[in-house]
């Protein structure tokens, strides 16, 4: 059971490029998100998906492409990347109360 | 809109001391709380929940208890472990409302041998 994956683990970007960051889960939750971590501010959420074909905002959407056509995944889409995107993205799974999170990507933006 | 808040850190300690970390929230209903610690290099880990007042969470030694009439969930241990070195995040979640988490900035702590 391998949980909550996420890849790739670091990634360097220069300005304006484009990249997707890549989430999975084999637990059959229906509703997953993304965060990113940034020093100070904990986590904040960027969108998040109920099910396959639903997906909604968070705190901080702008920048950020999400679409869910599976349970399984939900990846992330960095359209034109900005040195503002320098971060950790976490990916989660949630079901009952209990979030399981993938290892993280460390998101660099020159 | 709803928060939480969290003692700044760092917070350093040497090994056997006691642990306090503060947390306070603002939230409309009746939030679920939440612990969460993160190792270095790891993502975050569930450490224990309370999900009504006067609840107690706990887990590996530590404890916090769901006090709704100061709005707060302070996490504590008696005796901490170089190993309980890293960041630990209080978190709550909307009651009936999708499954959004609300992280608070996250408290790093460092245990001396």
């Known amino acids: 059971n391998a949980g909550v994956t996420q890849t790739p683990k670091f990634q360097v970007l220069k300005t304006g490029q484009s990249m997707t960051l890549q989430c999975a889960q084999d637990?059959?939750?229906?509703?997953m998100s993304w965060y990113r971590q940034d020093p100070g501010m904990g986590l904040r959420l960027i969108h998040y998906s109920v099910g396959a074909g639903i997906t909604d905002q968070g705190e901080v959407p702008n920048g950020y492409n999400v679409s869910r056509s599976t349970t399984e995944d939900f990846p992330l889409r960095l359209l034109s990347a900005a040195p503002s995107q320098t971060s950790v993205y976490f990916c989660?799974?949630?079901?009952?109360?209990?979030?399981?999170f993938g290892q993280g990507t460390r998101l660099t933006v020159v | 809109g709803d928060s939480v808040t969290q003692m700044e850190g760092p917070v350093t300690l040497s090994e056997e001391a006691f642990l306090t970390i503060n947390c306070t929230y603002t939230a409309t209903g009746y939030p679920s709380l939440f612990w969460y610690v993160q190792y270095p290099g790891e993502g975050l880990q569930l450490l224990l929940k309370a999900t009504k007042a006067d609840d107690k969470g706990s887990n590996k030694g530590f404890e916090a208890t769901y006090r709704k009439e100061t709005t707060s969930f302070h996490l504590e241990k008696g005796s901490v472990q170089v190993s309980d070195s890293a960041v630990y995040f209080c978190?709550?979640?909307?009651?009936?409302?999708?499954?959004?988490?609300?992280f608070g900035p996250g408290t790093r702590l460092s245990v001396l041998p």
């Open positions: 637990m059959n939750h229906e509703y």
């Open positions: 978190a709550l979640i909307r009651d009936n409302y999708g499954q959004n988490f609300v």
């Open positions: 989660a799974s949630t079901s009952a109360l209990a979030v399981f």
